[in-house]
């Protein structure tokens, strides 16, 4: 059964995820092609995803 997901660990997720937002937009703004955006989404998320959680 999975187990909740800890504070940390959702903390983690959100910042990996904005910080993809911020780069993708960021590149897409740059390039003019707006498809960067969801890769920026996918690396951020996947960063958050495989970060070790920080020690409470």
Same mark, same amino acid.
């Given at each position: =059964?999975? +187990? #909740? =997901?800890? #504070?940390?660990?959702?903390?983690?997720? /959100?910042?990996?995820?904005? =910080?993809?937002? *911020?780069? @993708?937009? @960021? /590149?897409? *703004?740059?390039? @003019?092609?707006? *498809?960067? *955006?969801?890769?920026?989404?996918?690396?951020?998320?996947?960063?958050?995803?495989? =970060?070790? #959680? #920080?020690? +409470?």
């Amino acid at each position: =059964m999975a +187990e #909740p =997901m800890s #504070p940390a660990r959702r903390k983690q997720l /959100i910042v990996g995820l904005v =910080m993809g937002v *911020l780069v @993708g937009v @960021g /590149i897409s *703004l740059w390039t @003019g092609f707006w *498809l960067w *955006l969801a890769a920026g989404v996918a690396v951020g998320l996947a960063a958050g995803a495989l =970060m070790k #959680p #920080p020690a +409470e």
